[in-house]
């Protein structure tokens, strides 16, 4: 069974690898960057599991944000349209869209470059999603406050 110290270990090699120095653990594992001042990118070793826990909050609501947007997430989170395997999760304290999706460490480990390749992925797909509740947003009249789609790497992405 892997552990924080072998997780540890993993983003220290990722780190060296691609140079993306952000991608630092603090004491509990948790790692937070923001990237291109778009998303906070998150990614939190569960123990337990094996797994890594990669979240990114894609969009604040505004608070009357219509149905027809909260019914397009519900569909991607129940039926995965869209969602290449991750999940939509709302926060209404602060009215939050975060994309989570689930890595196997020990997958992960074994490919660095496939780990960093789909975060990529990630992003881009978080990207597509905010520029579709931007939409559903317009056409409902509504103000449109979200993020915009963003890289781990400057330049990668346009």
């Not at 937070?32 to 609501?61: H, M, W």
């Not at 349209?81 to 074994?110: I, K, L, M, N, Q």
Request: aromatic letters at 10%; proline letters at 6%.
């Amino acid at each position: 069974m892997s552990t924080l110290a072998d997780y540890n270990a993993f983003l220290a090699a990722v780190r060296k690898d691609t140079g993306l120095s952000s991608l630092e653990p603090d004491e509990a594992g948790l790692v937070s960057v923001r990237i291109d001042d778009a998303y906070n990118l998150n990614l939190q070793f569960v123990e337990p599991t094996g797994k890594i826990l990669c979240f990114v909050e894609i969009a604040q609501l505004p608070p009357d944000a219509p149905v027809v947007v909260f019914r397009d997430l519900l569909a991607g989170c129940l039926f995965g349209r869209d969602t290449a395997g991750g999940h939509f999760a709302y926060e209404p304290s602060s009215d939050t869209v975060v994309y989570h999706y689930y890595f196997d460490f020990d997958r992960a480990a074994a490919d660095p470059d496939e780990f960093v390749a789909t975060l990529e992925k990630i992003l881009q797909l978080c990207g597509i999603w905010v520029e579709r509740i931007r939409r559903d947003l317009e056409e409902a009249g509504a103000a449109v406050p979200v993020s915009s789609s963003s890289s781990l790497h400057p330049g990668m992405m346009a």
